[in-house]
């Protein structure tokens, strides 16, 4: 055991990478959890962001550009459960369901020509001197730009949700959707596009991990990241801070217990990566019960559906 | 309804005995990966594509990829066996005790498990190949190479499979290198690239610079490249020669692979159920057989280091050499093997502790 062969700068600046795909598409669902939708395709919009952000950083040679198709294709993908379940009023578990498996077996379609190539990545941001200094400098100033967009993000969902009309208006819709009607607010427009935007997150997320994180495509590459996302958004009684926490958590613990086990660590190792789903499981447990700070936090109309004549 | 279903069902068995009956033969396959991962399903794939190439319209060739261990290969290899599989290849450690619970019910349909040790039924086989032969190679490559004096081994499940190849990874290493340090880490999934690729990322921090993988993906040998040359690694289960040269033309992390080729053994065992000379085996290929491989090694290896890997391959190749040959003992320091004895394939099979010098503990 030498746990001192771990740099503690390298590990934050691992898990923050580690953690950035997660980290936007659990912030991209959470905003939809918030408008009352529940959708559980992220893992299908994620890989199909993946899928769609390696093809076009491949054969265009900017990986931004890849970036912008993958949240396009996303949203996209995104729009059809929002037409089945919100025009169409389906079932939105079946649908997200369904809409997993649609995006993992199109990903695979698309992205067969495209295996073992590799694509232009995204370079770190050039931060001069910054970069040199003990700890922040990797930690701070040693990072691509989609790891401060994601940051940015953070702080932009939390700042609109919290404090702008828009943001008081797409909560009335999560949590009354009769009232919000009722209001003469648009309900189904306003899902729609809260769906649109979480799709997007769902595709940058899926992108980064095809486009910096690994980067290559691999049929079904994104392995579960999306239903870790959703777990996240649980964890994090729908909160756009809690959701920064929750993602820098889940991928910190996964960095920790493999630098642990680098250094000789084995024992509590497969506790540590058990940890984040008990964690998950507990807070679900605290939010039900209606006790602890958490609880109510789930959005009242989560997963109903709106009917205008009703 | 019911009597609907009755009728499908029948019509199903039906359809199973005609095509059983006639030619061609049915050769099914069930993947636990994507063809497309590049490694352990890509090159079980070609062993199919290769029955087919090899009998041509005397066969047909089946498969169905990325099939959960569990209850849903159980479901899909009930499904290949009603819908007239003749021999069904399940590619998986975690398909035995599905394979051999379908295989009850169809006495007549041949199967064929990899990496597995359960035979309940006169009609299964197992198969699998002597990986440890490949990891011996690299590991002496790695202890040869390495400059910080630590290689790494990115570990799947602790099975005696991957215990025994992280043995002969280390001891190979050591052999050339007494002060060479074995980092493990253990994923515990055989496909993640994300998980793969942050285990990776956590050696190279660690300054291990020497990383072979016994996961699926070609996401570390990606990861490996991000240090620019600092750090190498090898092709697993297939070549992944993509990475042996980097974009710019220059030494790419990929230096030479360990590839598992399953040909031989699908087109062997193909055409003794055609021609009638197939019988239930327990079948552990390895170099000799050509069915473990050494890829192609780049320039980053040193000439003298080629050399001797090459020298190992051929004994290997040959039967004059065992990796697993005395004197070798286990961490507690007891001899498991006296000077010059090579270990017999039951315990090798079972084998559940580290040799003597790797400070890490296997997890229960």
């Given at each position: 055991m030498d746990l001192s062969a771990i740099d503690p700068a390298l590990l934050v600046a691992a898990l923050m990478v580690s953690a950035t795909p997660i980290l936007l598409a659990a912030l991209g669902e959470m905003v939809v959890e918030r408008a009352g939708v529940l959708n559980l395709g992220v893992e299908g919009m994620m890989i199909i962001g993946a899928v769609t952000g390696f093809?076009?950083?491949?054969?265009?040679?900017?990986?931004?550009?890849?970036?912008?198709?993958?949240?396009?294709?996303?949203?996209?993908?995104?729009?059809?459960?929002?037409?089945?379940?919100?025009?169409?009023l389906s079932n939105q578990v079946a649908t997200g369901l369904g809409l997993t498996l649609v995006g993992l077996g199109l990903s695979a379609l698309l992205g067969k020509p495209y295996e073992g190539m590799k694509a232009p990545t995204l370079s770190q941001i050039d931060f001069g001197p910054l970069s040199d200094l003990p700890f922040l400098g990797p930690v701070l100033f040693?990072?691509?730009?989609?790891?401060?967009?994601?940051?940015?993000?953070?702080?932009?969902?939390?700042?609109?949700?919290?404090?702008?009309?828009?943001?008081?208006?797409?909560?009335?819709?999560?949590?009354?959707?009769?009232?919000?009607?009722?209001?003469?607010?648009?309900?189904?427009?306003?899902?729609?596009?809260?769906?649109?935007?979480g799709g997007s997150l769902a595709g940058l997320g899926g992108a980064y991990l095809s486009l910096v994180r690994l980067p290559q495509w691999t049929e079904g590459m994104t392995a579960g990241a999306g239903w870790i996302a959703l777990?996240?958004?649980?964890?994090?009684?729908?909160?756009?801070?809690?959701?920064?926490?929750?993602?820098?958590?889940?991928?910190?613990?996964?960095?920790l217990q493999l630098n642990l086990q680098a250094a000789g660590v084995?024992?509590?190792?497969?506790?540590?990566?058990?940890?984040?789903?008990?964690?998950?499981?507990?807070?679900?447990?605290?939010?039900?019960?209606?006790?602890?700070?958490?609880?109510?936090?789930?959005?009242?109309?989560?997963?109903?559906?709106?009917?205008?004549?009703? | 309804m019911i009597r609907n279903l009755l009728l499908a069902s029948a019509a199903t068995l039906g359809l199973a005995t005609a095509a059983a009956a006639q030619d061609p033969t049915e050769a099914c396959f069930v993947y636990v990966g994507p063809i497309g991962d590049g490694g352990w399903t890509y090159q079980h794939h070609q062993g199919a594509l290769a029955v087919k190439e090899t009998y041509g319209d005397k066969v047909n060739v089946r498969w169905q990829e990325s099939v959960p261990e569990g209850a849903d290969s159980e479901r899909v290899i009930t499904q290949m066996a009603l819908s007239g599989c003749d021999i069904i290849f399940t590619t998986s450690f975690g398909y035995m005790d599905p394979t051999n619970a379908v295989a009850a019910k169809f006495p007549k349909v041949k199967f064929e498990?990899?990496?597995?040790?359960?035979?309940?039924?006169?009609?299964?086989?197992?198969?699998?190949?002597?990986?440890?032969?490949?990891?011996?190679?690299?590991?002496?490559?790695?202890?040869?190479?390495?400059?910080?004096?630590?290689?790494?081994?990115?570990?799947?499940?602790?099975?005696?499979?991957?215990?025994?190849?992280?043995?002969?990874?280390?001891?190979?290493?050591?052999?050339?290198?007494?002060?060479?340090?074995?980092?493990?880490?253990?994923?515990?999934?055989?496909?993640?690239?994300?998980?793969?690729?942050?285990?990776?990322?956590?050696?190279?921090d660690q300054g291990v610079d020497m990383i072979t993988a016994h996961t699926d993906s070609t996401a570390p040998l990606a990861e490996i490249a991000k240090e620019g040359g600092s750090a190498f690694g090898f092709g697993q289960a297939s070549d992944m020669s993509a990475f042996a040269t980097n974009d710019d033309g220059s030494m790419g992390p990929r230096i030479t692979s360990i590839i598992d080729d399953w040909s031989p053994y699908y087109v062997k065992r193909v055409g003794q159920l055609m021609d009638g000379t197939y019988e239930q085996i327990d079948s552990w290929g390895g170099m000799?057989?050509?069915?473990?491989?050494?890829?192609?090694?780049?320039?980053?290896?040193?000439?003298?280091?080629?050399?001797?890997?090459?020298?190992?391959?051929?004994?290997?190749?040959?039967?004059?050499?065992h990796p697993f040959t005395g004197p070798m003992f286990n961490q507690a320091g007891e001899q498991f093997l006296a000077d010059g004895e090579t270990i017999e394939d039951g315990p090798l099979l079972g084998m559940n502790f580290y040799v003597q010098g790797i400070t890490a503990e296997i997890p229960n």
């Open positions: 093809i076009v950083g491949f054969n265009t040679e900017v990986p931004a550009l890849g970036f912008v198709a993958a949240a396009f294709a996303s949203a996209l993908l995104a729009l059809a459960f929002g037409l089945l379940t919100q025009v169409l040693g990072h691509d730009p989609v790891v401060y967009l994601s940051l940015l993000l953070v702080l932009v969902v939390w700042y609109v949700i919290k404090h702008t009309r828009v943001g008081l208006i797409l909560r009335a819709v999560g949590e009354n959707h009769d009232a919000a009607h009722a209001l003469g607010y648009k309900v189904v427009r306003i899902r729609l596009a809260a769906i649109a935007f777990a996240i958004v649980v964890f994090a009684s729908w909160r756009a801070g809690r959701v920064l926490i929750g993602a820098y958590l889940f991928g910190g613990l996964t960095v084995t024992i509590g190792v497969q506790y540590l990566s058990m940890a984040p789903y008990l964690i998950t499981i507990l807070v679900l447990v605290l939010i039900t019960s209606g006790k602890g700070r958490g609880s109510h936090a789930a959005p009242a109309s989560l997963g109903r559906a709106f009917q205008q004549s009703r | 498990h990899a990496t597995g040790y359960k035979r309940e039924h006169s009609n299964v086989s197992s198969y699998n190949s002597r990986f440890y032969e490949g990891r011996a190679v690299v590991g002496h490559i790695a202890g040869r190479m390495t400059k910080t004096n630590k290689i790494g081994y990115i570990a799947s499940f602790p099975i005696p499979e991957v215990i025994m190849g992280i043995n002969s990874y280390y001891n190979h290493a050591k052999a050339v290198n007494p002060d060479v340090e074995l980092v493990v880490t253990w994923v515990y999934t055989w496909f993640d690239p994300a998980k793969e690729a942050d285990a990776a990322r956590a050696m190279l000799p057989e050509g069915e473990v491989v050494i890829g192609p090694m780049t320039d980053a290896i040193p000439a003298d280091v080629q050399a001797e890997a090459q020298g190992m391959i051929e004994a290997i190749t040959a039967g004059e050499y």
